[in-house]
């Protein structure tokens, strides 16, 4: 039987608000007068297990029980994308950083053809430089190596 | 008359020469990308929002204001055209609207709903002149435990009276307050959830959360939907609507922005609340029913009405009490503390030109709206044809520039990946992100304000009950929730 999604968000909320009194248990709780830094976290991560946790129970008395269709391959490209470009822009400049992330990102895309990717990859670039660069006079080199 | 009076200064104010120009950048750029299919007015915000960063503030918002119309308005073109809502309120501008182009009143159904909008805005923007200034000086006499009930009250609102699951609602507000928190406190100086990353120091930046959760994660929902097909262009010759139809219009636009003037005063609704309610009411009005869904004009002018005037006083919470109603609204307030200005009452007595001249830009933009976008529908109209596959990696590009340029540093950009990848599972979760991005905005100004208000009354938690104001938000906070969550019980 699929997971219920109510059942992996319910589940998904629990870790996390698990995870912020973990991490937060170091932080002084004060009193309610005076409130330390831990107070309100460890309140919202304790509501944020509750919630969870209704959630996550609910769904047990539901019958709509689907798989949820999740796209990863197409998350993942464009994951990448945006990685690429903040690994590439401070290292090598503007101009090459998109010239790596249009064809990454264009890879998220059904259907990928070379020729218009590489076209939609020199027009952009060109525009960025234009407006970005010449127009808005950021601090950015186009080339930086 | 002192509200003509500091009308006049605002008009003064968004009227120069510079103002005017970042008003038409603002509804131009607005509407171009909000007409895209698939980019809602949320998600373009998000992506022009970096645009204005190096504009003084009352340029920066006034640009801001008109990205917003514009967006709404290119929305509303997409809608009618393709029958592919950007964001739910245009939802219900499809029902009517496209049934409108099927039957070959493309034209007419544009322009009624560009007439219908900018109604409610000129009324909208008289209601904020009137209604303003009294609110702000009510807004005075909160103490910090008021304000804290009062954004208790939006956030719970936001939850449950978005579209979908309310206590998903609640669960994404209680996480939006967590991911707010991150960074080093105020009062004691000590970083949290910081994961010793010194980029986390100062918090994880607006435009981060915002681009990553909307815009990153609707470019991935959109590559997994076909492409969507652009029909019934060919009625867009003839734009004028007959005067029958625009007698039909009036009436239903005018009680269109009643419902949606109410809506968008109260914290939490909004745009999306309004558009259904008014297209609800005159069905119910009607007196041929059956007429809705095959193009009835009054079903495409009251909710286009409604929307525009929603969105219109969603500003007077967001002015002078500083909560915002909306996810739009949580994106001006970020603008609003990005340039430096604290949001709340204090702003319309110390930055009166800020104030007026936001609200009389924001008229001058309607009006913009109406005289840049009736001629150019066709412009907008080529635009539809362009397909996804070619768009998509330049919206990319800008939410990797809009992002490194807001610190010149790598870490924002891969931080809004991370956001890209948690807002895509939660929306495949079915849980609205919106209330989320309402949490992260106020919970340090909650955090803050709780923690002032225990102070006071010397750890005494019964103060939120005891102060009328607070007695009053608390109440309507806990009516809302009861009645939500026993309607909830009932529907499973």
């Known amino acids: ?145 | 008359m002192e509200m003509l009076e500091s009308l006049a200064l605002g008009f003064g104010v968004a009227a120069s020469a510079q103002n005017l120009i970042y008003c038409f950048a603002g509804v131009a750029l607005g509407t171009l990308i909000g007409v895209l299919p698939g980019i809602g007015p949320l998600t373009t915000i998000g992506l022009l929002f970096p645009l204005t960063f190096y504009l003084p503030p009352l340029p920066a918002l006034i640009m801001l204001a008109g990205i917003y119309y514009g967006a709404q308005y290119g929305g509303a073109i997409t809608s009618i055209l393709v029958n592919l809502p950007g964001e739910t309120a245009s939802a219900v501008t499809c029902l009517e609207g496209y049934a409108m182009a099927r039957g070959g009143r493309a034209g007419a159904a544009l322009a009624l709903a560009a007439l219908a909008s900018f109604l409610a805005g000129c009324l909208g923007t008289l209601l904020i002149a009137l209604a303003g200034p009294p609110l702000g000086e009510w807004a005075l006499a909160f103490g910090p435990a008021d304000y804290f009930s009062l954004m208790l009250m939006g956030l719970v609102g936001s939850a449950v009276l978005t579209q979908g699951d309310a206590v998903k609602g609640l669960a994404m507000v209680a996480l939006g307050l967590l991911i707010g928190l991150v960074g080093t406190d105020v009062n004691s100086g000590v970083p949290r959830y910081d994961f010793d990353i010194p980029e986390l120091f100062d918090g994880i930046g607006f435009t981060v959360l915002a681009v990553g959760l909307f815009a990153v994660a609707e470019i991935v929902t959109n590559l997994e939907r076909p492409q969507p097909h652009v029909g019934y262009t060919a009625a867009l010759r003839r734009i004028l609507p007959s005067a029958q139809e625009l007698q039909l219009a009036f009436w239903p636009a005018l009680r269109g922005t009643g419902v949606g003037a109410f809506f968008g005063l109260l914290p939490g609704t909004g745009p999306a609340l309004s558009s259904f309610a008014a297209y609800i009411l005159e069905k119910k009005l009607a007196r041929e029913p059956q007429r809705f869904g095959q193009g009835a004009v009054e079903g495409l002018t009251a909710p286009e009405a409604a929307n525009n005037a929603a969105a219109q006083t969603s500003f007077i919470p967001t002015l002078t009490l500083g909560i915002p109603g909306t996810a739009v609204m949580t994106l001006m307030l970020g603008a609003m503390v990005m340039q430096g200005i604290t949001p709340g009452p204090q702003v319309m007595s110390e930055k009166p030109e800020l104030f007026w001249g936001i609200v009389a830009s924001m008229w001058i933009g309607n009006l913009m709206l109406l005289v840049l976008n009736l001629p150019l529908v066709g412009v907008w109209v080529r635009l539809l044809r362009v397909p996804y596959r070619w768009l998509f990696p330049s919206v990319v590009m800008f939410c990797c520039i809009g992002n490194y340029a807001v610190n010149n540093n790598p870490v924002d950009v891969y931080l809004c990946a991370g956001f890209g990848v948690l807002g895509y599972v939660l929306v495949k979760l079915e849980c609205e992100p919106a209330p989320l991005l309402l949490g992260y905005v106020l919970g340090p100004l909650m955090e803050e304000y709780l923690r002032r208000a225990m102070l006071l009354s010397r750890g005494d938690p019964s103060v939120f009950f005891t102060r009328p104001i607070s007695l009053a938000f608390m109440l309507v906070t806990v009516v809302v929730l009861v009645l939500v969550l026993k309607g909830f019980r009932a529907r499973t």
């Open chain 1, 1 to 145: 039987v699929p997971l219920h999604r109510d059942v992996i968000a319910g589940t998904l909320f629990v870790l996390i608000g698990a995870a912020a009194l973990i991490l937060g248990r170091r932080y002084p709780i004060g009193t309610a007068m005076h409130m330390g830094p831990g107070y309100f976290p460890a309140v919202l991560g304790t509501v944020l297990m509750l919630l969870g946790a209704w959630i996550g129970l609910r769904a047990f008395r539901r019958r709509d029980w689907t798989a949820v269709g999740w796209g990863w391959k197409p998350l993942a490209w464009i994951v990448a994308s945006m990685l690429s470009f903040g690994f590439v822009m401070p290292r090598f400049g503007l101009i090459p950083a998109l010239a790596l992330m249009f064809p990454l990102a264009a890879a998220a895309g059904r259907e990928f053809a070379f020729r218009e990717v590489l076209l939609i990859t020199v027009l952009m670039c060109v525009a960025a430089a234009g407006i970005f660069v010449y127009g808005l006079k950021l601090p950015y080199r186009l080339f930086a190596f």
